[in-house]
């Protein structure tokens, strides 16, 4: 994640991005469905709740060109630029002194009437408009995303440690997972939802209006992601953000949920995986055979 550290300056200030900002609205949008909670099932990998939904990139922000729109209306020469995740930004900081919402212990934002299931974008304005208060934390002694993380990725409170988070690793990283991290990463073959997953605001999660519904299932067959089946997976989650999951990362994830299963009906699939050409592919392979019960 190192594309960080080559914008600093935006990341610090909007206004090193848009120069005559004087405004930002933050707005959230559920994605929220509680049949979609992804459950541990024989034979399946699980992937977080987003992912499963079409990609939420261009769609927000064109959410937020549309209240521009609207704004000029009212003020025909307003100038505002919309963002969504994909500009050298931190809009968590941002929607946090907005007010919707408070960073919690596992560095989410939380909302107090949405939980954490939500996504945020972006409106930046050349023009002053009121201010809204941030919110008050209400973590309280609450510490169940802390306790909960299987590769205690939290060093302390509202600090993430990516190069121990799931996510990081199912998503993001192109090397070979830590050894010592393999059997955390459970059964989740793309992102993680653990920590929102037991925390208690999330009992207010609402259903999600702004985005469409889920796509695939948030339980993927493991034999799906790996050998013939694995050839038309680009295909099937095209439009999605699991589409992200290049073959190399989608298959060594598939590989460590098959061994973390401990389930001998997937030696035939890891010994195959076990001469893959792809080095790291065949690396992890070899690793979770040796977790299969004979």
């Not at 900002?21 to 024989?42: E, H, V, W």
Request: proline share 9%; glycine share 6%; net charge positive.
């Amino acid at each position: 994640m190192d594309y960080l550290a080559r914008t600093p300056e935006p990341r610090r200030d909007l206004r090193a991005w848009m120069p005559e900002a004087r405004s930002i609205l933050m707005c959230a949008f559920s994605y929220g469905d509680p049949s979609q909670k992804p459950a541990s099932k024989p034979g399946h990998g699980r992937v977080a709740r987003y992912a499963v939904r079409p990609d939420y990139h261009e769609r927000l922000r064109a959410r937020m060109d549309a209240v521009r729109d609207w704004l000029k209306t009212v003020e025909p020469k307003v100038r505002g630029v919309a963002f969504c995740d994909m500009s050298p930004l931190l809009e968590r900081s941002y929607a946090r002194a907005a007010g919707l919402g408070w960073q919690g212990k596992n560095a989410m934002l939380i909302a107090p009437t949405l939980g954490s299931y939500f996504l945020i974008a972006g409106l930046a304005l050349d023009v002053e408009l009121p201010t809204d208060e941030p919110q008050f934390d209400h973590c309280g002694t609450c510490r169940r995303c802390l306790d909960a993380c299987p590769t205690d990725a939290f060093p302390r409170e509202r600090v993430l440690d990516a190069s121990k988070c799931i996510a990081y690793f199912t998503i993001e990283d192109k090397g070979p997972v830590p050894e010592g991290l393999r059997a955390g990463v459970g059964d989740w073959v793309f992102g993680c939802d653990v920590c929102q997953e037991v925390c208690p605001w999330n009992r207010f999660e609402k259903p999600a209006r702004a985005m469409p519904p889920a796509q695939v299932p948030t339980e993927i067959p493991l034999d799906e992601l790996v050998g013939p089946k694995s050839d038309g997976l680009r295909k099937r989650f095209k439009g999605l953000p699991l589409a992200k999951a290049v073959r190399r990362r989608i298959t060594r994830s598939a590989a460590l949920a098959m061994g973390n299963s401990g389930d001998a009906r997937h030696r035939a699939a890891l010994e195959k995986l076990a001469a893959d050409p792809d080095a790291a592919v065949a690396e992890h392979a070899r690793w979770a055979l040796a977790r299969l019960k004979t």
